[in-house]
């Protein structure tokens, strides 16, 4: 076994756990001269966030809320060590595709049950916080840009990074035209920003349809197998989600509300509503018109962005 070198520096010179940035909800599309440096504008992805950092013998896949999920994807694990070098940090997604689109729900079921239904996941980069030897962080984007570049440069799929262009028209069309592949809009980054923790004006997001965060305070149908949740918004107005949730999604809420029910009663369509107790935060997408809807899109934590 080869020993380390004492008079040789370490190359990992950035260690779990990191704070991530985050971009801002913006309602428009800003011009390409509108942030710092000019305007990478990037594909918004759905998957679950996490920083690689390639230790060498392991890499780490740490999501916002600091928790290695590397076990979880050990594919993805397995391709960061063997291709990346020692010391090269990434900020990026774990992303799930199934008929050619976006497929969060995916993420959250067990990797055997992905390989045999033949699900791809692979890690999408955005950015690059540290090569062997340095911490990049406070390096404009656009330098942390070329620097990923090259370092995922004639890797395979599963380690790639996200679509990205400084063509606003090019984005525009993007964001037009990807809708059906499960991209939800944009991220729009300064090329001249620093990687600073937290929500910072040099990053923004602009989605088609926003998403708003709501309590669930009720499940409707089975505590085992909900059909679908009641929600509480800010101003405690309330409303059922619809269309009917999936198997993933219905199985992920009855885990965490286990413990919180309170007893059957009957909602105004005579279903069986089961009242929840301190229930968790959940993402809806909410659908204004003559057909209003409220989705369930995922418990809302940390680890999912």
Not at 27 to 33: K, L, N, V
Not at 201 to 229: F, M, N, Q, Y
């Amino acid at each position: 076994m080869n020993r380390p070198d004492p008079n040789r520096p370490d190359p990992v010179v950035l260690r779990p756990r990191v704070d991530v940035m985050r971009p801002r909800t913006e309602a428009d599309i800003p011009a390409e001269d509108a942030l710092p440096g000019g305007v990478q504008y990037s594909v918004k992805l759905d998957g679950f966030r996490a920083l690689a950092f390639a230790l060498g013998d392991r890499a780490v896949l740490q999501t916002r809320s600091g928790r290695d999920i590397a076990a979880e994807f050990p594919a993805i694990a397995a391709a960061l060590t063997r291709a990346l070098p020692a010391g090269l940090v990434l900020d990026g997604e774990i992303c799930a595709w199934a008929d050619g689109k976006f497929a969060f729900t995916e993420l959250l079921r067990p990797d055997a049950q992905r390989r045999a239904a033949g699900i791809a996941v692979a890690y999408v980069a955005f950015d690059c916080l540290a090569v062997p030897g340095s911490d990049i962080r406070d390096l404009p984007l656009a330098d942390r840009w070329k620097l990923l570049r090259t370092a995922l440069r004639d890797l395979g799929p599963q380690v790639q990074t996200v679509l990205a262009t400084t063509d606003r028209t090019v984005a525009l069309d993007w964001y037009e035209t990807l809708v059906p592949h499960g991209v939800e809009g944009l991220v729009c980054k300064g090329l001249g920003s620093a990687y600073r923790p937290g929500a910072r004006p040099g990053w923004i997001k602009v989605r088609h349809a926003e998403t708003v965060d709501a309590r669930l305070v009720g499940v409707i149908g089975s505590g085992r197998r909900p059909d679908s949740v009641l929600v509480e918004f800010d101003d405690a107005t309330r409303a059922q989600t619809s269309p009917r949730l999936d198997p993933v999604a219905a199985g992920r809420i009855a885990a965490a509300v286990a413990g919180l029910l309170g007893p059957e009663v009957r909602d105004e369509d005579g279903s069986p509503l089961r009242p929840v107790r301190d229930g968790p935060l959940v993402e809806v997408r909410v659908r204004t018109g003559r057909q209003a809807t409220v989705r369930f899109i995922r418990i809302r934590d940390d680890d999912a962005v």
